[in-house]
């Protein structure tokens, strides 16, 4: 890799805040007379009162038609990372430089000047990049038709909608030849016909040598454009050569740490006892089945008893299924003296989610509770695939091509 590939390159940057804005501005102050006499007090690795770190010591860097991105959860510092990156604020450690030119979507109309037309700030944007009038007006009904906004370019930008703003915003960033694109959250607040457009636009530029930072919460974007991951998290960060295992630590963050006890509400009662019970791995890959047999004892016959299921899934927050014997059509009856009931759950395609499966055994009419188990399971993740579920699939070519033949 040459010198000149890298165009971002970020070593060792920290930044801190300070709860209180009181504070915040004391130290600021602070902050500023020490630079002025050529002292770092207050910038080094000692928190004052009230302050914490958003960024700990943070190296990476980006190089020429790369896209990495950039993903952890709200809180972690992403848009912090970007704002030093576009010098809107200074890092308290460390060192970034940057080599060509920048162009930044890390707020709603930032960049803009909200009194001045969007023509006026199309053409205030280029000139602050440096590109010239002529080159800008040869661009201009490019990047307006792409806004969609054709309608309201002489209208003062105080005037639009968030979307409105994010459109011409990105617009004006994609059409200016950057060599360093950001990226942050606010495409999301687009519809879906202009979040394509701008996608397939970060796909060319990417495939032209701009060098991208990409801030999303949705994996699947993630995934499609990036060529590595940063995850940021509270501590520190992480960087994934392989998008999807960045992708896998992203989501299981969000599952906190993995339960393994099982939680025994009901086992058995005087009349019906429970003997033993065995049951499947409770770390299991997509596409597995669950199985748990039970060996019981009962003093006398329990007819049409109704075993009820349950698999809660983090990925949906909910119910992810639910039924019992009685949707497959099935009657259980326990006979009297010892038996062993077995059940089974097919297929459950989970994918890289932690669940708790609840099995509860009630006798006829849901008089009595004879056996109740919640057990926390954990299903792995499947590489280049993010989804919640993960179904089986086939690929396959099912003709060949025929060879074309010249006359």
């Known amino acids: 890799m040459r010198i000149s590939d890298t165009l971002i390159k970020v070593e ?11 504070r915040s501005l004391w130290y600021g102050m602070q902050d500023l007379g020490s630079e002025l006499r050529g002292r770092r007090h207050g910038r080094n690795g000692a928190l004052r009162l009230q302050e914490f770190w958003a960024i700990r010591d943070t190296t990476f860097s980006v190089r020429r038609g790369e896209t990495l991105g950039l993903i952890g959860p709200n809180g972690a510092g992403k848009t912090t990372l970007l704002r030093m990156l576009n ?32 023509r006026e700030n199309i053409f205030v944007n280029a000139s602050v990049l440096g590109v010239s009038k002529h080159d800008v007006a040869r661009r201009f009904d490019d990047i307006v038709a792409f806004s969609g906004i054709p309608e309201f370019i002489d209208a003062p930008v105080q005037s639009y909608s968030s979307g409105m703003a994010v459109r011409l915003g990105f617009a004006v960033a994609a059409h200016l030849d950057p060599e360093i694109l950001l990226v942050d959250e606010v495409l999301a607040v687009g519809d879906e016909g202009f979040q394509a457009r701008c996608l397939n636009k970060i796909g060319e530029l990417k495939d032209g040598g701009t060098a991208i930072i990409l801030v999303s919460h949705n994996m699947h974007t993630i995934s499609t454009f990036s060529s590595r991951v940063m995850l940021l998290k509270p501590g520190g960060f992480e960087i994934f050569t392989e998008v999807s295992d960045g992708v896998m630590a992203y989501k299981r963050l969000f599952q906190g740490e993995a339960a393994t ?4 509400i009901t086992t058995g009662t005087p009349e019906w006892k429970v003997l033993n019970v065995v049951h499947s791995a409770q770390v299991m890959e997509p596409g ?6 039970i060996d019981y004892c009962a003093a006398r016959h329990f007819a049409d008893v109704e075993v009820d299921v349950t698999l809660r899934s983090n990925n949906d927050a909910g119910c992810h299924y639910q039924a019992t014997n009685r949707a497959y059509g099935q009657v259980i009856d326990f006979g009297q003296g010892e038996g062993r009931f077995r059940f089974r759950l097919e297929g459950i395609r989970l994918n890289n989610a932690g669940g708790l499966i609840a099995v509860a055994i009630w006798e006829k009419g849901r008089k009595h509770q004879l056996f109740w188990w919640r057990i926390p399971v954990q299903f792995l993740g499947r ?3 993010v ?21």
């Open 12 to 22: 060792g940057v920290s930044k801190k805040f300070c709860r209180s804005l009181k």
């Open 87 to 118: 010098g809107l604020i200074k890092p308290d450690q460390g060192r970034i430089e940057i080599r060509g030119r920048m162009q930044a979507l890390i707020a709603l109309g930032a960049g803009f000047n909200p009194v001045l037309t969007g």
């Open 261 to 264: 006890d099982i939680e025994k």
């Open 288 to 293: 597995a089945s669950f199985e748990m047999t």
């Open 383 to 385: 590489s280049y695939s």
């Open 387 to 407: 989804g919640g579920v993960f179904y089986e699939a086939s690929f396959e070519i099912v003709s060949a091509v025929t060879p074309m033949t010249h006359a």
